[in-house]
T-cell receptor, first 115, second 117 residues
Framework: DAKTTQPPSMDCAEGRAANLPCNHS???????VYWYRQIHSQGPQYIIH???NNETNEMASLIITEDRKSSTLILPHATLRDTAVYYC????????????????FGQGTILTVHP | AAGVIQSPRHLIKEKRETATLKCYPI?????VYWYQQGPGQDPQFLIS???????DKGSIPDRFSAQQFSDYHSELNMSSLELGDSALYFC????????????????FGPGTRLTVL
């Protein structure tokens, strides 16, 4: 799976949009970009994923550059409860072989939302 | 909605003892993953099962073993516990790839906090 690079920490004011970048310059054509977050000591929580098109769900939006070498997770109206570690993970969606989708967590971004 | 259930939530053991952690996946999820998260560290993949067969293996010590049963619940058995095994252990489950169109997310349980004294 491709390696990702994220800033170690970011701050955001409550009610403002939080834009979390991720660099994945070695991504392969069959690899998806996944975002998970982990609120202190809780189990990681799936947020969103995408292949090459921008995606939006009730939690966030995912913007993937045309060359797919980077992406941005957008939380449109951050709240205090969005304070967490955000992980950008790149992996093959359906390996088809013996690997059924383990997640490789690297250093994520600690997002702190301030009142 | 039903979530992944893990038991126990907290476990305290002495060195060299054994421990068994249990995971009950979301109904219809037949793929289970185990992760270990040490203090101040990121979660690390240990092992996974698909349809009761081991599907992938990560940095799981030889002292650990796991299996998935016919009802799809999974157990992580840990023997000869060491101080360094103190960590949060997360279980996650997912749908099989073909059901979710090839791209599938994992749903994590609340974790078991293991403390080895």
């Amino acid at each position: 799976d491709a390696k990702t690079t994220q800033p170690p920490s970011m701050d955001c004011a409550e009610g403002r949009a939080a834009n979390l970048p991720c660099n994945h310059s070695t991504i392969s054509g069959n690899e998806y970009v996944y975002w998970y977050r982990q609120i202190h000591s809780q189990g990681p929580q799936y947020i969103i994923h995408g292949l090459k098109n921008n995606e939006t769900n009730e939690m966030a939006s995912l913007i993937i550059t045309e060359d797919r070498k980077s992406s941005t997770l957008i939380l449109p109206h951050a709240t205090l409860r969005d304070t967490a570690v955000y992980y950008c993970i790149v992996r093959v969606a359906n390996a088809g072989g013996t690997s059924y989708g383990k997640l490789t967590f690297g250093q994520g971004t600690i997002l702190t939302v301030h009142p | 909605a039903a979530g992944v259930i893990q038991s126990p939530r907290h476990l305290i053991k002495e060195k060299r003892e054994t421990a068994t952690l249990k995971c009950y996946p979301i109904p219809r999820h037949d793929t289970v993953y185990w992760y270990q998260q040490g203090p101040g560290q990121d979660p690390q993949f240990l092992i996974s099962f698909y349809e009761k067969m081991q599907s992938d293996k990560g940095s799981i010590p030889d002292r650990f073993s796991a299996q998935q049963f016919s009802d799809y619940h999974s157990e992580l058995n840990m023997s000869s516990l060491e101080l360094g095994d103190s960590a949060l252990y997360f279980c996650a489950s997912s749908l099989p790839p073909v059901w979710s169109g090839g791209a599938y997310e994992q749903f994590f349980g609340p974790g078991t906090r293991l403390t080895v004294l």
